[in-house]
């Protein structure tokens, strides 16, 4: 009668354990001779990081006071050189060169936070941490959206949804939303056509998950899909978000990775909160 206890125990200390060797593996980098990249470093004694300021994982401080840089990237790049005992040592990148300058080992790693795609994924390896997605947003008073629940909900004939030509967007919005009106508007500058919602032109529209926090702080009366969390948990059109190292050096990547997961509630916590001060 005593099985099933023993059983649960006995998986739980096997759970444990694992966790436990997790983060062995986190907190000690591989040994000498196992990653050519770990060895180099050490023996510079410096980390080099790509830096490139894209919010909310990575940002830059001018103002000439304080740290330089701030956000998730810098701050899962600090414990990578604090492990290795080395200096981390921040290298300017353009876009266009964020990732070039691995294969040319300018840099042991670009922190500048980049999207993971089948293309990127051809010539380098990620470490993700994040991801962007979209929300959909309207005004909240809306009669037509009182019965809006989900993002599903606004595939509907019903609805009219508003989005910038030519943005990030568009195709996306076409194939989500098959059955809704769709009103196409030349870009403003914006970060979404508010101005079609407030003027009752469209229901609903997208928006990135980030500047939608800022944007539902400084115009008010608006709700948001989906709805829980203030839509900082959507999956939709979601992409992963991490830095990128060279192709074959798996010793490193597999390190790189433990420790990310072994800091991957802190993370969370700073990208929260940079997103809640951003203006």
């Not at 300018?106 to 936070?113: A, G, H």
């Not at 403003?188 to 997208?206: F, K, L, N, Q, Y």
Request: charged share 25%.
């Amino acid at each position: 009668m005593n099985m099933p206890k023993l059983k649960l125990k006995s998986t739980l200390t096997g759970l444990a354990m694992g966790l436990a060797s997790a983060a062995l593996l986190a907190q000690t980098p591989p040994a000498p001779g196992a990653s050519p990249r770990i060895d180099a470093i050490k023996k510079s004694g410096e980390l080099r990081v790509g830096v490139l300021q894209n919010s909310p994982w990575l940002l830059e401080n001018t103002s000439g006071g304080g740290q330089a840089w701030s956000g998730p990237a810098w701050t899962l790049a600090t414990e990578y050189a604090r492990l290795l005992n080395v200096k981390l040592v921040p290298v300017a990148v353009s876009h266009e060169t964020k990732v070039p300058v691995l294969a040319a080992n300018q840099v042991d790693m670009t922190i500048s936070p980049l999207g993971e795609t089948p293309e990127r994924l051809k010539v380098v390896d990620f470490v993700v941490y994040s991801t962007t997605s979209v929300c959909m947003f309207g005004r909240a008073g809306n009669d037509k959206l009182a019965k809006v629940k989900s993002v599903d909900d606004l595939n509907s004939p019903d609805i009219t949804i508003a989005y910038f030509t030519g943005g990030a967007e568009e195709n996306w919005v076409k194939e989500r939303f098959p059955k809704a009106k769709f009103r196409a508007v030349a870009s403003s500058g914006a970060t979404a056509p508010v101005e079609e919602i407030m003027a009752r032109r469209a229901d609903a529209a997208p928006i990135n998950r980030v500047p939608w926090v800022n944007l539902n702080q400084k115009v008010k009366g608006l709700t948001v899909y989906p709805q829980e969390n203030n839509c900082q948990g959507s999956k939709e059109k979601a992409s992963p978000v991490g830095l990128a190292v060279d192709k074959n050096q798996q010793a490193f990547l597999d390190w790189l990775r433990a420790v990310e997961k072994t800091l991957e509630p802190k993370l969370a916590a700073e990208e929260k909160r940079v997103i809640e001060s951003l203006k």
